[in-house]
């Protein structure tokens, strides 16, 4: 079964800091990879999804790589804002789901 | 910007009692999912539907729960009799994989779910 880790749990940064955020999978034959973002209570809003055939996507501050011989992804997030605040997930998809991680909680302190 | 919608945003019942999800996929997806969060716990999967039949499920996904898409629009999520430890934030979602190998999925709001 698709076990997915994300470490840090949770990361405080100065606001304007440059951040990475890690993922990590058990099993290598996934779809994609999907990076979501949680705001408290809220639902999940997809940020950048990485198909297995891809390295890395790019959505205006926020590049997503994905490397799947070693079961890792990482979320990288430049200058970062207050409004960057959230709990940041990601997830591996199977045929039919997708497996999450526990999150990575992000404060951005103004 | 098509979204995918759920109702209600909050539901409380009494254990014992059944409820009925509801969720309005994107138009033109044909690929509909249904996730959990317990409070403070992983997303979880528990089923997958397509072409009107359950693609996937989980093992949460027991024979408390049923899935039904009744007309065009609606995917609904049956709880027959609810018990405390349903209690969770309920997300549905959808995709299309009109792309080959996308299945990007979109999830709605979700619906909490507090069983007393």
């Known amino acids: 079964k698709q076990e997915v880790t994300q470490i840090p749990a949770a990361l405080s940064v100065p606001e304007g800091e440059n951040l990475v955020l890690n993922c990590s999978f058990t099993?290598?034959?996934?779809?994609?990879l999907q990076w979501f973002r949680q705001d408290p209570g809220k639902g999940l809003t997809s940020l950048l999804l990485?198909?297995?055939?891809?390295r890395e996507q790019t959505s205006g501050r926020l590049n997503a790589s994905l490397d799947k011989s070693s079961g890792r992804s990482t979320l990288y997030i430049a200058a970062s804002q207050p409004g960057d605040s959230a709990t940041y997930l990601c997830?591996?998809?199977?045929?039919?789901?997708?497996?999450f991680g526990t999150g990575t909680r992000l404060t951005v302190i103004p | 910007e098509p979204e995918v919608t759920q109702t209600p945003s909050h539901q409380v019942t009494q254990m014992g009692q059944e409820v009925i999800l509801r969720c309005v996929p994107i138009?033109?997806?044909?690929?509909f999912y249904w996730y959990r969060q317990i409070l403070g716990q992983k997303v979880e999967f528990l089923v997958s539907f397509y072409n009107n039949e359950i693609s996937e499920k989980s093992e949460i996904f027991d024979d408390q729960f049923s899935v039904e898409r009744p007309d065009g629009s609606n995917f609904t999520l049956k709880i027959r009799s609810t018990k405390l430890e349903d209690s969770a934030m309920y997300f549905c979602?959808?995709?299309?994989?009109?792309?080959?190998?996308?299945?990007?999925?979109?999830f709605g709001p979700g619906t909490r779910l507090t069983v007393t």
């Open positions: 099993d290598s034959a996934i779809y994609n």
């Open positions: 138009s033109n997806h044909l690929y």
């Open positions: 990485i198909q297995s055939s891809q």
């Open positions: 979602a959808s995709s299309s994989k009109d792309r080959p190998n996308s299945y990007e999925q979109y």
């Open positions: 997830a591996a998809t199977g045929a039919n789901n997708l497996f």
